[in-house]
């Protein structure tokens, strides 16, 4: 990769714009299902009132209406017991309706986390959580890609970034992105590092990284000197600041002059999350078509 010509601001990856063009093909997909008699359907499962969650919530009936799939909200009590929320879940498990089932984070303390996620049918996992699906992600045999991640490489790909042969630094290894970021971008020829809050020396890593993911979860962390110059940095961190203003994991302002291609935040990673979300819901509900069979 070449870098930016001096003053001018990265190229934009506008991730709002790569959603439209998503749930454009995504209609035609419904349509064809619609002819078979199926009707795609996404069931998402909150416990407790939180204010986030019902933002994101919001957005991913509203982007199923957009493509013209039936979506269902259940939401459960706070302090209802786990065994209330298994029942519900293997309901969900049970309904030929729905092809897709969305646990929305994050769980009440009193949870346990892994448990719930493993209880989703491994052929409604949409979400790319259950260790069925990061099994066959591993083993290069995808079922369903994490939806983040998987929004991540649309946005690269759409942007004609390469990605054989170059160097990519993931900055966070959770399960949810971090891993399987890894994983995808090595699956298309890049040469990954992850990095995590115990990595040595994080910016002589990030400075390598021609592809650069920024999963960590701490607002403004990447700063422009740990930027390699007409770098793709790809911003997935949604920090609140005081005062109520979002910020990601990227110092934009001062990235932006630095690399090639960026994310902004919001507007960025976030809508591609919801797109690939409903992108998997389809491709489960075509796995189950009659013809499928």
């Not at 994080?202 to 962390?221: C, M, N, S, Y």
Request: with cysteine; hydrophobic share 45%.
């Amino acid at each position: 990769m070449t870098s930016t010509p001096a003053g001018k601001p990265a190229t934009l990856l506008d991730g709002a714009a790569a959603a439209k063009e998503v749930y454009a093909s995504l209609r035609q997909r419904v349509a064809v299902l619609a002819g078979a008699g199926v009707r795609p359907g996404l069931a998402a499962v909150q416990v407790g009132d939180d204010p986030a969650s019902k933002i994101y919530l919001r957005n991913k009936v509203r982007a199923c209406d957009e493509t013209g799939i039936y979506s269902e909200v259940r939401r459960l009590d706070a302090n209802c017991p786990e065994a209330t929320l298994l029942v519900e879940i293997d309901k969900l498990n049970r309904n030929p309706a729905i092809h897709g089932i969305l646990m929305q984070l994050p769980l009440p303390a009193h949870f346990d986390a892994e448990r719930i996620a493993q209880a989703v049918d491994p052929h409604k996992d949409v979400d790319g959580l259950t260790w069925a699906s990061l099994g066959a992600l591993v083993a290069g045999r995808a079922r369903f890609e994490p939806c983040t991640p998987a929004g991540v490489m649309v946005l690269l790909e759409r942007a004609g970034i390469p990605i054989d042969g170059r160097q990519a630094v993931v900055v966070g290894r959770s399960v949810i992105v971090g891993k399987p970021m890894a994983l995808m971008l090595m699956a298309k020829g890049a040469t990954v590092t992850v990095c995590h809050s115990r990595t040595r020396e994080l910016p002589a890593h990030t400075r390598q990284a021609d592809i650069l993911v920024a999963a960590i979860g701490k607002a403004r962390f990447i700063t422009r000197d740990m930027v390699k110059p007409g770098a793709a940095v790809v911003d997935v961190g949604i920090n609140r600041l005081p005062g109520g203003k979002l910020a990601g994991d990227v110092d934009y302002a001062a990235v932006t002059e630095a690399a090639g291609w960026i994310t902004p935040v919001p507007g960025g990673v976030g809508p591609m999350t919801v797109a690939m979300l409903i992108a998997n819901t389809v491709l489960a509900a075509e796995r189950s078509a009659p013809e499928r069979r």
